[in-house]
């Protein structure tokens, strides 16, 4: 299988470890010198079986998302506490919050591009849960770019940071500020609605807007936007100049106190802009919440729809075949040409994964962290907790390809070192869309794609040794 560099084909989600040192038991390049000796291969149970990695896969799935749901309510709650209190220490907890629902989220990335839940979950006539392709949540979860102009106030930032024509929904309103009767509510409705045809010449026509996913309005990347504003970095008023720092939202554009209600830094002259605001921020949560639990539930062990066909014993080959499909997918397709070169080759930060908080050297990092851990069959839980289970690595090993194991596992363990630059450079203080733009910064990048391009190669290579390439 050739996978592509489109984001329009099937992508999974991200790798880790940072290579280091020691016997683990899977040194040995040849498979002869494990640890188990006469019991085993380099160090792996000469009892692991296909089945066993899929099961495996699919219990980290379930732990992956329910971490995310876990986080995702408690971000919920910490938006309800500023709601309540808009106070800038219940501001900055709720920036918090956000920032650690994203750790478990990231890493759940390698479970899409292969019709599972994330990207094909869905109600049938009868209300049972079903797998439809290209009907899943992660469009109301994770989409990006965001049609920020539709949900609240926007800055050109001279015509070339916004992505092309976003500004043209600003001069019909926001769905925040609408004086439009069909908005009078902020409702799941109204951020789940799809457009039709016959909508009016309104607001409501931007529902449709583009071709590209701009009319997206609820997700993590809405919350972000909600919190954070957009990133503006000007050394003067709006100006495109980048500097250091995130988007500059104040706590005030949630106050609702007669006359202390802000837009860009303008008091409001009613506090309605503000009360819909926090309703457009819960609201989002509530969402998010209900669709990670939905995706959470499919991948349940023992009982989850989804789990138990993933696991079912006539589907070995298929499973294999989505597993490493997600992982190669995620690495080239998603993870290097979407979300690091697009930005990379534009120098442009209105292009990146999480444009608004500047998080986006997390994104890059977990997302691969993810597509290491599926390899490996690791994950360690948002409590702690480190799960171990048969990999795909035992299984190489055990079936005669130790040095094509070795391979992958080098190669995933250097994409995460250059993964690591970028964002250990982003936490020394140059964030990635000052990466992007600095001469000194933009080799390590580069670094990062050409690791995620070579190991694909070697992801290639191990769905042919296993013969679950595509027919």
């Not at 479970?111 to 049938?124: Q, S, V």
């Not at 957009?230 to 988007?247: H, P």
């Not at 014993?313 to 190669?328: E, F, P, R, V, Y």
């Not at 070579?454 to 013969?467: F, K, R």
Request: hydrophobic letters at 35%.
């Amino acid at each position: 299988m050739k996978f592509s560099k489109s984001f329009a084909l099937s992508v999974v989600c991200a790798a880790i470890l940072a290579g280091c040192g020691g016997d683990d038991g899977k040194n040995g390049i040849d498979g002869t010198n494990g640890a188990d000796g006469a019991d085993g291969t380099n160090g792996v149970s000469v009892l692991v079986t296909s089945a066993d990695v899929i099961t495996t896969n699919a219990q980290h799935a379930y732990a992956v998302y329910s971490d995310s749901l876990i986080a995702a309510k408690a971000l919920k709650e910490q938006l309800e506490v500023f709601v309540a209190a808009p106070t800038d220490e219940n501001f900055t907890k709720a920036k918090e919050a956000w920032l650690d629902a994203r750790e478990p989220y990231g890493q759940s990335e390698v479970y899409r591009f292969r019709e599972g839940p994330i990207d094909a979950l869905t109600k049938n006539e009868e209300g049972s849960w079903t797998l439809v392709p290209d009907e899943g949540p992660e469009g109301r979860i994770n989409a990006w770019p965001l049609a920020e102009a539709l949900i609240d106030y926007t800055i050109s930032m001279g015509g070339t940071e916004l992505p092309e024509d976003a500004t043209n929904l600003s001069l019909g309103g926001n769905l925040i500020a609408s004086e439009n009767e069909n908005y009078a509510a902020i409702n799941r409705e109204l951020l789940t609605k799809v457009a039709q045809e016959s909508d009016p010449e309104t607001v409501q026509s931007a529902f449709a807007f583009g071709s590209d996913d701009r009319n997206v309005r609820s997700g993590y990347h809405a919350i972000e936007f909600l919190l954070w504003g957009q990133d503006l970095n000007g050394n003067g008023k709006y100006e495109a100049q980048r500097d250091y720092t995130a988007g500059h939202r104040k706590a005030s554009d949630y106050f609702t106190d007669v006359g202390t209600c802000t837009s860009e830094g303008i008091v409001q002259t009613e506090e309605r802009t503000c009360t819909r605001r926090g309703q457009y921020l819960l609201e989002s949560a509530k969402l998010l919440v209900e669709d990670l639990n939905n995706v959470t539930d499919a991948w349940t062990p023992g009982q989850g729809f989804h789990y138990m066909a993933f696991t079912h014993a006539d589907n070995t080959q298929s499973a294999l075949n989505k597993i490493l499909t997600g992982m190669g997918e995620l690495s080239l397709g998603e993870l290097s040409a979407e979300r690091i070169q697009k930005s990379y080759d534009a120098n442009s930060q209105e292009d990146e994964h999480s444009c608004f908080s500047d998080n986006t050297h997390r994104d890059i990092y977990l997302n691969a962290k993810g597509i290491q851990n599926t390899f490996l069959g690791e994950y360690t839980r948002f409590s702690g907790e480190a799960l171990a289970g048969a990999s795909l690595y035992d299984l190489l090993v055990v079936k005669g390809h130790a040095e094509l194991a070795n391979k992958l596992r080098a190669a995933l363990e250097d994409t995460m070192a250059k993964a690591s630059v970028i964002d250990t450079t982003a936490k020394l203080g140059s964030s990635f869309d000052i990466q992007i733009q600095e001469n000194e910064f933009r080799p390590a990048i580069k670094a990062t794609m050409d690791a995620l391009a070579a190991q694909t190669n070697v992801i290639e290579e191990v769905m042919a040794t296993l013969e679950v390439t595509n027919p």
